[in-house]
């Protein structure tokens, strides 16, 4: 079942014209509306189901900057500053907390990956060190494991998922853009080459930029306008307990599992890597520019054919922009994959074990996932050559949530003409025809 989420009302009906239309819903389509709204533009934010309905609710919840990829440290401080001043910002709570995260280890090579992360990124000046098996112990007192070393940030901390995005898109609501819930955007129409008007199921909007930010579901559009972009996608499994003692204020990432507090006194909990790849024509094209890919998470993830193989985001559907599109029949309106009760039931196995004052708690909630994902685990955050006025925020790799602000200013930034104070040459969609894709690391 997919998780309860804050609502967002809806405005009533489709504006005849804006400067930017924003395809999705979800925490990147919500801050980019969000930013572009206070920069004075026109906004209209186009949700084929309801604000966070599919991935932006589905996550753990974790707000960091410690051990990201080297492409994405600058973005990931930049997210981070906004997660801090975001409540101030919007005027009512993201549901963010700055508790501290960690992630544990019995790994002296790990500790290694950890001490060479750190040299790496030591100019960035980011707090944050390497505690001793004492002093994980210190600051885990109630677990039954014994790790050897741990990577700790004081200023990461976690957001509620059903809360966050929400909350951002009310606010851009109160600066002036308008929200519209299900109501699927089919497409988009050109004059001399430019963009004139985005086609939606209820309507025609006239426009000049459009932003794609529609997660799992963006290749699938793209591919539509004649735009292709590498995307594959992970199904996941994750779930939240019921309220219970605090073991930790924050999060805690351990080589099984991961966990963090939640609001309501419960943990959101996942499998750390687990997930399953379910073959799909899309993927099938891309095989080649996924398959090292799979290959480094081969233990981790498993591979199927499902009914996605016939219309999930990765099949292949072909329609006109005067025609139903596949984002608006009732599986796809909000995408809710069925959770994996072998990883609930393993996940909670072993949390319990890890904290014996666990031991009587119960599963509250569980729920699916699909967390796009690109060939090198870096988000495309690009305009298009050849295509002048499309922008695209999607392949956040299971990053997304975290990243969502910083990605949501920086796509604005480049869509208002401004000079970003992030370097968005990291995230060009050019990179991959160019050979200049990153190599794909996951830390956490």
């Known amino acids: 079942m997919s998780p309860r989420v804050e609502a967002v009302n809806s405005d009533l009906a489709l504006p005849e014209a804006v400067d930017v239309v924003i395809v999705g819903g979800g925490i990147i389509g919500s801050a980019a509306a969000l930013f572009l709204a206070e920069r004075g533009l026109s906004v209209a934010l186009i949700e084929k189901g309801r604000i966070a309905g599919e991935q932006s609710s589905r996550n753990w919840g974790w707000c960091r900057e410690q051990l990201r990829s080297l492409p994405e440290v600058p973005l990931a401080l930049k997210s981070m500053a906004l997660w801090r001043g975001m409540d101030e910002r919007i005027g009512e709570t993201s549901g963010f907390r ?85 109501c699927a955007v089919r497409g988009w129409e050109t004059k001399a080459g430019k963009v004139s008007h985005v086609i939606t199921e209820k309507g025609s909007i006239r426009t000049s930029q459009i932003l794609v930010a529609g997660g799992a579901w963006s290749s699938m559009l793209l591919r539509h306008q004649g735009i292709a972009i590498p995307q594959s996608g992970v199904y996941a499994t994750a779930f939240r307990t019921e309220a219970s003692a605090e073991v930790h204020p924050g999060g805690v990432g351990s080589p099984l599992f991961s966990y963090r507090r939640r609001m309501d006194g419960g943990y959101t909990i996942g499998l750390r890597g687990r997930g399953r790849v379910e073959l799909s024509p899309l993927g099938l094209l891309q095989w080649r520019e996924f398959f090292p890919l799979f290959l480094r998470r081969k233990g981790e993830v498993s591979l199927s054919i499902g009914r996605s193989f016939f219309d999930g985001p990765f099949a292949w559907q072909r329609w006109r922009n005067d025609q139903r599109s596949p984002f608006e029949n009732d599986r796809s309106r909000i995408y809710d994959p069925a959770p994996d009760d072998k990883l609930v039931d393993a996940g909670m196995e072993a949390f319990r074990k890890a904290y014996p004052v666990m031991a009587n708690i119960g599963v509250a909630e569980k729920w699916g996932g699909l967390i796009d994902a690109t060939p090198d685990m870096v988000p495309i955050i690009s305009d298009v050559a050849g295509h002048p006025g499309i922008h695209i925020a999607t392949g956040f790799s299971g990053h997304g949530f975290a990243l969502g602000p910083g990605a949501g200013w920086l796509v604005a930034s480049m869509i208002a003409g401004e000079t970003p104070d992030v370097d968005a040459s990291p995230f060009a969609l050019s990179r991959f025809a160019e050979g200049r894709a990153h190599t794909a690391h996951r830390w956490v």
Request: net charge negative; no cysteine.
């Open 98 to 182: 700055q508790t501290g995260m960690m992630v544990v280890s019995v790994s002296e090579e790990e500790v290694g990956h950890w001490k060479k992360w750190m040299d790496d990124t030591a100019h960035y000046g980011m707090p944050g060190s390497i505690l001793s098996a004492a002093q994980v112990k210190e600051r885990l007192p109630l677990t039954s494991e014994k790790w050897i070393a741990a990577i700790e940030s004081p200023v990461d901390g976690w957001a509620e998922p059903a809360v966050a995005a929400p909350a951002i898109a009310r606010a851009a609501q109160r600066k002036g853009a308008l929200i519209i819930q299900n």
